[in-house]
């Protein structure tokens, strides 16, 4: 099956779709992305995750050459061109390509990559058992609130949990507060109330941990967005959020169960709400 991707103004077959090897993507993970979630033809906070994109942009000085609503299209466009009827939309976008040096002196086109994957979906046992994870201090730089593609610490973790059996690592900071997942953000029930670390430069702005805590406080769960500790007296359940996962059960860490081992019944309706959203998402009017 060919897929389709959108690469520098054109849609290509994804074996032809390539980027220059000076590219500073390439050279010095120059860039950012955005990852975003389609249910049968309907995108999932397209409008949030395009200010978000926005917002990465212009942290690292990078202007984008399209309007939002241009790059939506494209996305709507790199989407029909694919066969998943539920995908996830990677755009990336790096400064763009230039011999190279770390200084930039002179603006480039930046290079904007779009393609269209499987959403994948956790499996039975997965949401059933809940995942586990590992914790690890946190190696990551000081802009995490910067959706960026240097993602080595990322991958470094995630690929420390799997050799250790688990899913996730949760990055913990020099005083063992829990700030988020190598891809996701992370969340405890202390005491009935949901917690949170607060949005900072640790921690990356989930739009999914947004809509977590929107949902919470319409089922009346009382929301905190502060530091916290797995160590708390009154920790009974955790769980993490992002694009691919709604949310997701932890219900072991470090080989330490969570509460009872097992999902907790807030883990499992902010799980249910969120699935309902998406699965109206499915049945949406405004299907492309
Ligand atoms: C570091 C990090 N935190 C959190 C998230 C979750 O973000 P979202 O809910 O917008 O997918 C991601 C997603 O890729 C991530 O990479």
Known sequence: MTLTAWVNGQFLPLEEATVHIEDRGFQFADGVYEVIACFGGTF?????????LEQSCQAIDVVLPLSLNELQSLIEQTYQRNPYSDAMLYIQITRGAA??????KNRLTPTIVITSRELPIPTDEKLSEGVNAITLTDIRWKRCDIKSIALLASVMGKQEANRRGADETFWLDEHE?????????????????LV???????VLGGITRNM????AREQHIVVEERRWKLNESGL???MMSSTTNAIMPVCHINDDSIGDGKPGPIAILLRKEILNRFEALKNSELKL
């Open 44 to 52: 999932l906070d397209v409008k949030a995750h395009l200010q978000r």
């Open 99 to 104: 011999p190279r040096s770390h200084l930039v």
């Open 177 to 193: 507060h829990v700030l988020e997942g190598c891809a996701t953000n992370c969340f405890a029930v202390i005491d009935g109330k």
């Open 196 to 202: 949170t670390h607060p949005l900072d430069h640790q």
């Open 212 to 215: 977590a805590l929107q949902v």
């Open 236 to 238: 009974s359940e955790c």
